[in-house]
């Protein structure tokens, strides 16, 4: 493989890693992966990954190693002028890692965490609340009925009193887990919260209690509409709904919540 | 001599392809073992990996980038004249070049190859490289909005820049520090480059610092690829639950969320956030070390410095950060009251 090749190899990978990230950008699923706030940054990264491309595909006509870099290992010329052999060393097979994220990404089916991955990541009754932010107030401030599940829970903790919470009207949507810490009648639903990306996502819900909960399906999502009350879990505080109306819905477009 | 370089640097591109077919191997057994939720776990470890991996495709392109304008728009010998070329003056301006470069963990080990490639001392650059992650402007104000103005992000700072001091001090003492570096970096003429490339025109500058932050990127991105791996393949697996239930002591606990640090991989830009989340339930010592250790040493860090240092001198940096964080963290745990 000639140095042209192999540079026209890695601008192609770019290229490719490029318009993955930017396809996902396009559709809006790229919130399943990173919190919001990086979109920004995720754009600069797709740019870059393009930007980068054509680095490489303009290189191909003018080597940089023949100004840049005159090291053992580096492009060496065949004696007719055109470089042969990838540069510093590097091999064409290394190029495969490459293809990982586009491999996982185009191959297995994505989807954002559900309740597959509570099982093992664990239920948070206590996170993630910011200390000393800004913005407390104002999440207390919510009406009870426009309040998340990461609002409720912020409520509970921040709260002085946190018995004062008890009895408000709750509107909530998650999904169902079946956890099998709590007795038949109980049901958690879940949301996971986002700091940075799904590596920190945090599980956090609230109990269900009422009748015909058996029903609720693992994973798919409700919408629970009820009184809260103050449980516990494992000996650690957790709000809990009363059911009065359950109502299977769509995920909705933004599975997670942001902190 | 040369023969010697081109078989280590082919050595190199072993350890990605071991931890590929490990990765692989572990895949399959973890499918294999858990047979009725595999495809729910090969979704969950799928969706992990991208999303690390999605999220650090910025921080190493804008690493890679600094990397190649450095290469390109600044001259070795101005480089060499700014920055001390005693011990510990040295390692102190590493500590505090990070201000200058507000990149995480992903951006700053390529910026510290270059500057290592530039000649810069080795003290200098193995402090720039550990202390930078946490103070920079970005991090800094990141901590202080999670855990306000307080002896935590104070505490910090101070460790870290105290831990990437020491390191930085402790390899000084090596009178042949291209013993401790990968082949790769001491390859290539960057001193006759220099003035080759400061004679051509902006354009081609411009052009020639992208073609050396691609090159990097593709020399890096492959450890962060097969670091965001990883990761996700032991998030996937290790219960975390198991992990927070180990314990609350001065030292258990300590230990426990440095693990975590590890396992998680968390862009160093907003790990304070998610270190909120223990703050209840675990010792201030140890947040403290979560949020010390976690940007100096993580999975994904660990790959990319394997790629800049030889094996041992990545151990003896893992081992050092990791005893001086520890030391600090019970420390703090043990005298400190707000901890």
Same mark, same amino acid.
């Given at each position: 493989?000639?140095?042209?090749?192999?540079?026209?190899?890695?601008?192609?990978?770019?290229?490719?890693?490029?318009?993955?990230?930017?396809?996902?950008?396009?559709?809006?699923?790229?919130?399943?992966?990173?919190?919001?706030?990086?979109?920004?940054?995720?754009?600069?990264?797709?740019?870059?990954?393009?930007?980068?491309?054509?680095?490489?595909?303009?290189?191909?006509?003018?080597?940089?190693?023949?100004?840049?870099?005159?090291?053992?290992?580096?492009?060496?010329?065949?004696?007719?002028?055109?470089?042969?052999?990838?540069?510093?060393?590097?091999?064409?097979?290394?190029?495969?890692?490459?293809?990982?994220?586009?491999?996982?990404?185009?191959?297995?089916?994505?989807?954002?965490?559900?309740?597959?991955?509570?099982?093992?990541?664990?239920?948070?009754?206590?996170?993630?609340?910011?200390?000393?932010?800004?913005?407390?107030?104002?999440?207390?401030?919510?009406?009870?009925?426009?309040?998340?599940?990461?609002?409720?829970?912020?409520?509970?903790?921040?709260?002085?009193?946190?018995?004062?919470?008890?009895?408000?009207?709750?509107?909530?949507?998650?999904?169902?887990?079946?956890?099998?810490?709590?007795?038949?009648?109980?049901?958690?639903?879940?949301?996971?919260?986002?700091?940075?990306?799904?590596?920190?996502?945090?599980?956090?819900?609230?109990?269900?209690?009422?009748?015909?909960?058996?029903?609720?399906?693992?994973?798919?999502?409700?919408?629970?509409?009820?009184?809260?009350?103050?449980?516990?879990?494992?000996?650690?505080?957790?709000?809990?709904?009363?059911?009065?109306?359950?109502?299977?819905?769509?995920?909705?477009?933004?599975?997670?919540?942001?902190? | 001599?040369?023969?010697?370089?081109?078989?280590?640097?082919?050595?190199?591109?072993?350890?990605?392809?071991?931890?590929?077919?490990?990765?692989?191997?572990?895949?399959?057994?973890?499918?294999?073992?858990?047979?009725?939720?595999?495809?729910?776990?090969?979704?969950?470890?799928?969706?992990?990996?991208?999303?690390?991996?999605?999220?650090?495709?910025?921080?190493?392109?804008?690493?890679?980038?600094?990397?190649?304008?450095?290469?390109?728009?600044?001259?070795?010998?101005?480089?060499?004249?700014?920055?001390?070329?005693?011990?510990?003056?040295?390692? !102190?301006?590493?500590?505090?070049?990070?201000?200058?470069?507000?990149?995480?963990?992903?951006?700053?080990?390529?910026?510290?190859?270059?500057?290592?490639?530039?000649?810069?001392?080795?003290?200098?650059?193995?402090?720039?490289?550990?202390?930078?992650?946490?103070?920079?402007?970005?991090?800094?104000?990141?901590?202080?909005?999670?855990?306000?103005?307080?002896?935590?992000?104070?505490?910090?700072?101070?460790?870290?820049?105290?831990?990437?001091?020491?390191?930085?001090?402790?390899?000084?003492?090596?009178?042949?520090?291209?013993?401790?570096?990968?082949?790769?970096?001491?390859?290539?003429?960057?001193?006759?480059?220099?003035?080759?490339?400061?004679?051509?025109?902006?354009?081609?500058?411009?052009?020639?610092? !992208?073609?050396?932050?691609?090159?990097?990127?593709?020399?890096?991105?492959?450890?962060?690829?097969?670091?965001?791996?990883?990761?996700?393949?032991?998030?996937?697996?290790?219960?975390?639950?198991?992990?927070?239930?180990?314990?609350?002591?001065?030292?258990?606990?300590?230990?426990?969320?440095? !693990? !975590?640090?590890?396992?998680?991989?968390?862009?160093?830009?907003?790990?304070?956030?998610?270190?909120?989340?223990?703050?209840?339930?675990?010792?201030?010592?140890?947040?403290?070390?979560?949020?010390v250790f976690g940007p100096m040493v993580d999975i994904k860090s660990t790959l990319l410095y394997l790629n800049v240092f030889r094996r041992r001198t990545v151990l003896y940096i893992l081992l050092l950060t990791f005893m001086l964080t520890l030391v600090g963290a019970v420390f703090v745990n043990l005298y400190l009251p707000w901890a």
């Open positions: 493989m000639t140095t042209r090749h192999y540079r026209s190899l890695q601008a192609l990978l770019l290229l490719l890693l490029g318009l993955f990230l930017g396809s996902r950008l396009w559709s809006g699923q790229i919130t399943w992966y990173i919190n919001t706030r990086f979109l920004p940054l995720t754009l600069l990264g797709t740019v870059g990954l393009l930007v980068l491309a054509r680095a490489l595909f303009v290189e191909r006509a003018q080597p940089l190693d023949a100004l840049h870099d005159h090291s053992p290992g580096h492009a060496q010329t065949d004696g007719e002028g055109e470089p042969h052999g990838p540069p510093a060393g590097a091999r064409p097979w290394g190029l495969l890692v490459f293809l990982l994220p586009l491999v996982i990404g185009l191959v297995v089916p994505h989807r954002p965490l559900g309740s597959e991955a509570l099982a093992n990541r664990g239920l948070s009754a206590i996170a993630p609340l910011r200390a000393g932010g800004a913005d407390q107030p104002l999440q207390l401030a919510l009406a009870p009925t426009e309040r998340t599940i990461l609002d409720w829970m912020r409520a509970f903790n921040l709260a002085e009193d946190p018995s004062a919470e008890e009895g408000l009207p709750a509107d909530v949507v998650g999904f169902a887990y079946h956890d099998p810490r709590l007795p038949a009648g109980q049901v958690l639903l879940g949301r996971f919260a986002l700091t940075c990306c799904v590596a920190d996502a945090m599980a956090i819900g609230l109990i269900v209690e009422g009748a015909g909960l058996d029903q609720m399906v693992d994973n798919a999502w409700y919408r629970v509409q009820g009184p809260i009350y103050l449980a516990s879990l494992d000996g650690r505080p957790i709000p809990l709904i009363r059911a009065e109306q359950v109502q299977e819905v769509p995920m909705p477009e933004q599975p997670y919540l942001y902190n | 001599m040369m023969a010697r370089l081109r078989v280590l640097s082919g050595k190199v591109w072993h350890l990605p392809l071991g931890f590929a077919l490990g990765l692989l191997a572990m895949a399959a057994l973890a499918g294999l073992r858990q047979a009725p939720q595999a495809g729910a776990q090969v979704s969950v470890f799928a969706t992990v990996f991208l999303g690390i991996f999605i999220e650090a495709v910025p921080f190493l392109f804008l690493g890679t980038l600094a990397s190649g304008l450095v290469e390109v728009f600044v001259r070795r010998e101005l480089l060499l004249r700014l920055l001390p070329t005693g011990a510990f003056a040295g390692a !102190l301006a590493g500590s505090l070049l990070g201000m200058l470069f507000p990149v995480c963990e992903c951006g700053v080990i390529p910026l510290g190859r270059r500057l290592i490639r530039k000649g810069v001392r080795l003290p200098v650059a193995i402090a720039f490289m550990l202390a930078a992650p946490v103070v920079n402007p970005v991090v800094i104000a990141s901590t202080i909005a999670a855990f306000g103005l307080g002896p935590m992000a104070l505490w910090r700072f101070a460790l870290s820049g105290l831990i990437a001091l020491t390191v930085g001090l402790v390899f000084s003492v090596e009178r042949q520090p291209q013993r401790l570096l990968q082949p790769a970096p001491l390859q290539g003429g960057t001193a006759a480059a220099d003035g080759a490339i400061l004679r051509t025109s902006l354009r081609a500058r411009v052009q020639q610092s !992208l073609q050396i932050a691609a090159e990097e990127f593709f020399e890096m991105g492959r450890f962060l690829i097969l670091g965001a791996a990883l990761a996700a393949l032991m998030q996937t697996l290790v219960p975390q639950t198991f992990l927070l239930g180990l314990g609350s002591g001065p030292v258990l606990s300590v230990l426990v969320l440095m !693990l !975590l640090a590890v396992v998680l991989s968390i862009c160093s830009t907003v790990d304070s956030f998610v270190a909120l989340a223990f703050a209840r339930a675990f010792t201030g010592g140890s947040v403290l070390a979560f949020l």
